[in-house]
């Protein structure tokens, strides 16, 4: 199965744009890039998906390199609120058996 | 709707002890599934359920069974607890061919075994 490489740890001001980046270099053709995080002592929760365009929705973008061994979650102005584990994950098409790395520790500096 | 909800939110067993981790979700989801985290990792799969009466294993299967009887319930079995198995235990669910990729989470178990 595809794995994911994450930082593990980052820090943002608040209000700023967060770049949160992901390596996925033995990703596979059908593989879905899914973003959760996980807000301290909850369950994760959805973020935003793709396959290979950029994504755009309420939360968050997603950036998709062309030859999609990499990505990158853009947060447009971080709150105190997106302070979480940010979770970079892929799922082979057709399943939803999510490959979960140790994800990204986000701190949201005030 | 109530999502998806599990119980009991802590337990704490003695090796050997044997117990049932509840999961109800009130989306009428198809798919559901039963990941554990291990302190500073992320989740990983243990069952998954594409409907009732159809079950199938994951990543860390061994040592627990499961069941989908109805839509609604997926309970998560224990058959004879190990300090290994202490973890904090999450289900989710998910709508097959549904109009997004959302897997909804619950709040998850944190179960110790002594």
């Known amino acids: 199965d595809a794995k994911t490489t994450q930082p593990n740890s980052m820090e943002s001001n608040e209000e700023e744009p967060v770049h949160l980046p992901c390596n996925h270099s033995t990703i596979s053709g059908t593989d879905y890039i899914h973003w959760y995080r996980q807000l301290p002592s909850q369950g994760p929760e959805y973020v935003i998906h793709?396959?290979?365009s950029n994504v755009n929705n309420r939360m968050a973008s997603l950036a998709i390199a062309e030859d999609r061994k990499s990505s990158t979650l853009i947060l447009h102005r971080a709150t105190l609120r997106d302070a979480a584990v940010y979770y970079c994950?892929?799922?082979?098409?057709?399943?939803?058996?999510?490959?979960f790395g140790t994800g990204t520790r986000l701190k949201v500096l005030a | 709707n109530a999502g998806v909800t599990q119980t009991p939110k802590f337990q704490v067993l003695k090796t050997g002890q044997s117990m049932t981790l509840q999961c109800a979700q009130d989306m009428n989801h198809e798919y559901m599934s039963w990941y554990r985290q291990d302190p500073g990792m992320g989740l990983r799969l243990i069952h998954y359920s594409v409907g009732a009466g159809i079950t199938d294993q994951g990543e860390v299967p061994n040592g627990y069974n499961v069941s989908r009887s109805t839509t609604e319930d997926f309970p998560l079995r224990l058959l004879s607890a190990a300090p290994s198995q202490t973890s904090v235990y999450f289900c989710a669910s998910i709508s097959l061919g549904g109009s997004t990729d959302t897997q909804y989470f619950g709040p998850g178990t944190r179960l110790t075994v002594l």
């Open positions: 994950i892929l799922c082979p098409s057709g399943t939803y058996k999510y490959i």
């Open positions: 793709g396959l290979t």
